[in-house]
């Protein structure tokens, strides 16, 4: 035993020494490096373990990077990177424990809190710090929040920030609607550690950030305005104005709370990596708030306010972690309108380049990465969105990202369990209830469709995410009459679905012909929206052998690059024709599925008129 142990690392011997403590919610054993919270078990790296272990020997005081370096690396020369990964993964793990944030002190080093309150939660978000409770009862106070550096380092390090919510004026809408906002924001179950304190009105003099709301009636428009007040010099921090039709108060009082809500888990981001002056905070809480609400038609807006930030502060990976998703749908857009990509796709790589310095465990990073692999490489994108899983199992961007890759090789069941994972990591997210909603109708779950649309139209109203989400459902399975009303806020410019639609109200010849006449424009144009308008308007219309027509005539690398098509509902038709597999091995779809023995879902039905695995036996032949 003693020759063995003279090989053990001194690193481990050292773990070995120290008995095991607990540490907010999480129960620690050095020894065996694994750490327990609540039911859940995982084991950590040494390295983090010890940058835990020496913050924790320092509760409340500063500790160096230098300091960091020489007692958890043995003064060997270790970049930023390495030292950013470990506080990443120890900050992953007071998010999910609470009880205790580790805090960066800008241009010194790293600061351990303890909150005192043991609780065992979830993931600590932007997502899930603000929203199960909005629909609970009770008023709880003990919430942390901040604005900018100076206005924290006022607070001392051992008292929360106060969150003060007050009617803006003497109105019996202003008073009602704050008093909605107090009891909807008190009920967050998911900070039990105490993150920030919420106060009302009067108890609020010292508080340090205020939320000011106020309602009134306009003819046919209930509307609220809401605005966030640094507390100690009055200053505008972030402001919205909310407008839905009359008597729809209950909406508009769940919306206001869900983006205050929203708004809060901003500046806890901003707030743990440093904060921000009030300049670049104002800009980060309005694009960081706007970010799940707006269309991915339209990312230009959230990329230059992410821009502007991260060209005063680079370290500041919120930032990042916005800007990068963004530019990856601006390369996409480029190459699905079949437009010139190469300069968005420059930028996203250079951008990538800083990002990587910033914090290469940003999982953003790899998102990005996806998009610029080539159509048809799904085992290599499934491998990385694989490996982000298992480093970022909480972070909903790779479980949407997921669900689209799944849907990619016809794996619609389990893209629609991503789809689900995703929205329930990200209940704020209007983008995300949006992403939902089409994966559940694109796989052929119309009804389940319908409910979580039912549901987002009293959580969302009147955002960019949910009208691109009714358009998509109605357009091809709810009532072409509202899809039709929503045409002058959709991006048609070709009026590819004025056609379609007319032609779903009323199957004449002269729709038909004129549904006939746009596909036949698509097949010039050769863009993949294009592509995808033209082959399910043809499946759905019955129109089987035009489908095979036209794909015969498209690029492969196009068909592969919008593959997910082939697998909706009105594509079923296409898929029972054996040809579907000669075009399945054209676009690489035949080789995935033997090489990974992982088929499609349609494989499975029992009115297949042909066995999946034998038609790719015999195309191998």
Not at 216 to 228: C, F, H, I, K
Not at 520 to 540: H, I, M, P
Request: hydrophobic share 45%; glycine share 8%; proline share 5%.
């Amino acid at each position: 035993m003693d020759a063995l142990r003279s090989h053990v690392h001194p690193a481990v011997e050292r773990f070995r020494q120290e008995p095991p403590f607990r540490i907010g919610g999480a129960a620690i054993d050095p020894e065996t490096r694994e750490i327990t919270i609540g039911e859940s078990r995982e084991r950590i790296q040494p390295q983090p373990l010890r940058v835990l272990m020496l913050l924790r020997q320092h509760q409340g005081h500063l500790v160096t990077r230098d300091e960091i370096i020489e007692k958890c690396w043995d003064r060997r020369i270790v970049g930023d990177d390495v030292i950013n990964r470990s506080i990443l993964i120890l900050r992953r793990i007071s998010n999910r424990a609470g009880g205790f944030q580790i805090e960066t002190i800008p241009k010194a080093g790293y600061r351990l809190i303890e909150d005192g309150a043991i609780a065992s939660r979830r993931r600590f978000s932007i997502r899930w710090v603000v929203f199960g409770m909005l629909v609970a009862g009770a008023v709880a106070l003990g919430l942390t929040i901040a604005a900018g550096p100076a206005a924290w380092r006022s607070f001392g390090v051992n008292r929360l920030p106060l969150v003060a919510i007050e009617p803006a004026d003497a109105s019996l809408e202003a008073r009602s609607l704050s008093r909605d906002l107090l009891v909807k924001l008190g009920t967050l179950s998911d900070v039990g550690s105490g993150r920030w304190g919420l106060v009302e009105g009067a108890a609020g003099q010292r508080a340090d950030f205020v939320f000011r709301a106020t309602g009134s009636r306009d003819g046919g428009e209930t509307r609220a305005d809401l605005m966030l007040l640094n507390g100690k010099d009055g200053t505008l921090l972030w402001a919205r104005e909310f407008k839905l039709a009359a008597g729809r108060e209950s909406d508009i009082r769940q919306y206001v709370s869900l983006t205050a809500g929203r708004v809060l888990g901003c500046m806890l981001e901003a707030r743990q990596e440093g904060g921000l002056r009030s300049d670049l905070l104002r800009l980060f809480l309005n694009g960081c708030a706007a970010s799940a609400e707006t269309s991915d038609e339209d990312p230009a807006k959230i990329i230059g306010t992410m821009r502007t930030i991260v060209a005063q502060r680079p370290d500041f990976a919120p930032a990042w972690a916005l800007l990068l998703p963004r530019e990856a749908d601006l390369y996409n857009n480029a190459v699905v309108d079949n437009r010139d990509a190469s300069q968005a796709r420059a930028e996203l790589v250079r951008d990538l380049v800083q990002a990587r310095a910033v914090d290469r465990t940003l999982p953003e990073i790899g998102l990005a990465e996806l998009e610029l692999l080539p159509p048809g490489a799904y085992g290599r994108a499934l491998d990385l969105i694989a490996a982000l899983k298992a480093a970022h199992p909480d972070e909903p961007g790779i479980w949407a990202e997921d669900a689209s890759l799944l849907a990619s090789i016809g794996r619609m069941s389990e893209s629609i369990v991503s789809a689900r994972a995703a929205a329930k990591l990200d209940p704020l997210s209007p983008a995300r209830s949006r992403q939902l909603i089409q994966t559940l109708a694109w796989g052929g779950s119309i009804d389940a469709a319908r409910l979580a649309l039912n549901q987002a139209e009293k959580m969302w109203p009147e955002t960019d995410a949910l009208r691109d989400a009714q358009f998509a459902y109605h357009l091809r399975y709810g009532d072409p009459r509202i899809a039709q009303a929503l045409m002058t806020e959709i991006k048609d410019a070709e009026g590819r679905s004025d056609a379609y639609l007319r032609a779903r109200v009323d199957p004449s010849p002269a729709n038909l012909e004129r549904l006939i006449e746009k596909i036949r424009e698509c097949r010039r144009r050769g863009d993949s929206a294009s592509f995808t308008y033209a082959v399910q308007a043809l499946g759905e219309f019955g129109m089987k052998d035009e489908v095979f027509r036209f794909l015969e005539s498209y690029p492969a690398d196009k068909i592969a690059a919008s593959s997910y098509v082939l697998f909706r509902p009105g594509m079923a038709d296409v898929r029972r024709d054996p040809r579907f597999m000669l075009l399945a091995k054209r676009i690489g779809l035949v080789h995935y599925w033997e090489s990974s023995g992982r088929w499609p879902d349609y494989c499975a039905e029992s009115s297949l008129p042909y066995d999946c695995a034998k038609e790719a036996a015999k195309l191998r032949a």
